[in-house]
């Protein structure tokens, strides 16, 4: 199974932009879904977005117009571009890969992004 690791969190302030990265030890290209999870500070989570193989992205209603999700499988990494955070963004972001008929997941550790003026 290949292993994910969160890079990029950071302490930003509201309106400010980050660019979280996961990379994973092996081909991501087997991964058909790609994605980013938050965790709240009240330990609520919350699927940000993923992304298909073929480019195709889903958002949660609270990121539409400000997170881009892509993947660049040559560098085996997955990205989250994050623009005009708001302090309710405030979480840990962890990335996570899905193999096809539950053949298995992988999770990173998770990146902390604050957001705060």
């Known amino acids: 199974q290949v292993q994910l690791v969160e890079s990029g969190g950071d302490l930003v302030q509201p309106g400010g932009s980050l660019r979280l990265s996961c990379v994973g030890n092996?081909?991501?290209?087997?991964?058909?879904?790609m994605g980013w999870h938050r965790r709240f500070p009240g330990k609520q989570r919350e699927l940000v977005a993923h992304?298909?193989?073929?480019?195709?992205?889903n958002y949660a209603d609270s990121v539409r117009g400000r997170f881009t999700i892509s993947r660049d499988n040559a560098k085996n990494t997955l990205y989250l571009q994050m623009d005009n955070l708001k302090p309710e963004d405030t979480a840990n972001y962890s990335c996570?890969?899905?193999?096809?008929?539950?053949?298995?997941?992988?999770w990173g550790q998770g990146t902390q992004v604050t957001v705060s003026s």
């Open positions: 996570f890969g899905r193999l096809p008929f539950n053949r298995g997941d992988s």
């Open positions: 092996g081909s991501i290209s087997s991964f058909n879904v």
């Open positions: 992304i298909y193989t073929g480019g195709m992205a």
